[in-house]
């Protein structure tokens, strides 16, 4: 329990908790070395700023499952609330600010309330989640049938914004992750959730509330899945309650990339980000090669094995 809750550990638990994201930053790396090695130009400031784009909102929904998992929760249905969280803001928000700024105040609110309902009538995760993601794609239809709207002004120009001399997409990549990291790993919050997935008989005992552990769990990860959407609405310009359907099992894939633990106890919100962009820049390097489009799923499946298999390798060494 102790070395579950420390903050840092010493020494050789310190490696082995560390050693699977420190995997996952050797095969980042190694994919961004392929590609300047393929396309010279990826190096530069535009060349990073167009393959890191895309990993923006998928690294903010990663942080969001790693919330999750580190209470023993698996979320089913992120990738349908982030694309409702588009076509809120392509909609509502952009003809209302304050009607738009409520509604996702409420989406936050309601998975507080999932988290809640998932406690106390002691339903399993992923049943829930998965029963709320076709309530997250009712709600998208609903509001948009088919992809369009508009975006706001402020969100299409951060969407748009490059300064020079620095990849923008670094940005909210590194600001989440910070903020993520001092929640999770530092703030008496993140110890509560982490003690929840590692023992939830100890954390009652000590007197703290297991249930308030939880709804915070499920609000943070609620928060971190409206910033997703409203990074991928500002990349795409409109809404799509379809456009992040990859995300529920990418992120998954993320944390575990990551050194996160489906067994829950476990946050390593850098590790997270750095699976978010490997997963990220698995299809740009699969373009890159010139592998058809039939046979990238199975390509990036096999490189995710990869990387878990050097994962456990590197467990079994530390041991």
């Not at 020494?11 to 300047?36: E, K, N, Y």
């Not at 903010?60 to 089913?76: E, F, R």
């Not at 399993?124 to 076709?134: D, E, H, N």
């Amino acid at each position: 329990m102790a070395e579950q809750l420390a903050p840092a550990l010493p020494g050789r638990p310190r490696m082995r908790h560390s050693a699977p994201a420190a995997v996952s930053t050797l095969a980042l790396i190694a994919m961004i070395g392929l590609c300047s090695s393929l396309q010279p130009g990826v190096l530069s400031v535009q060349g990073l700023t167009l393959v890191l784009s895309a990993t923006v909102p998928l690294v903010i929904a990663a942080q969001a499952q790693m919330t999750l998992m580190a209470v023993g929760d698996i979320d089913l249905g992120i990738g349908a609330f982030v694309g409702l969280v588009t076509v809120v803001t392509a909609t509502k928000l952009s003809s209302s600010p304050l009607v738009g700024g409520l509604v996702l105040l409420g989406l936050v609110a309601a998975y507080a309330l999932l988290g809640l309902l998932i406690h106390l009538r002691r339903v399993p995760s992923l049943i829930a989640t998965l029963g709320a993601s076709f309530v997250w794609l009712g709600l998208g239809l609903f509001l948009l049938p088919t992809p369009g709207g508009s975006t706001p002004e402020w969100l299409a120009a951060f969407g748009a914004w490059q300064p020079a001399g620095f990849p923008a997409p670094l940005l909210p990549i590194l600001l989440v992750t910070a903020l993520v990291y001092l929640l999770a790993s530092r703030g008496s919050a993140g110890v509560r959730m982490r003690a929840l997935g590692s023992n939830p008989v100890a954390l009652g005992r000590a007197g703290l509330r297991p249930l308030t552990s939880r709804v915070i769990a499920y609000a943070t990860a609620g928060a971190l899945g409206v910033a997703s959407g409203l990074a991928l609405a500002s990349q795409t310009g409109g809404g799509d309650v379809s456009s992040a359907s990859s995300y529920t099992l990418m992120t998954v894939a993320a944390v575990i990339l990551g050194g996160g633990s489906f067994a829950g106890g476990v946050a390593v919100p850098w590790g997270a980000a750095v699976g978010g962009v490997t997963l990220g820049l698995v299809s740009v390097v699969l373009s890159l090669l010139d592998v058809r489009s039939d046979l990238q799923s199975a390509v990036q499946g096999g490189i995710v094995l990869a990387v878990l298999a050097g994962r456990v390798l590197v467990g079994k060494v530390l041991r």
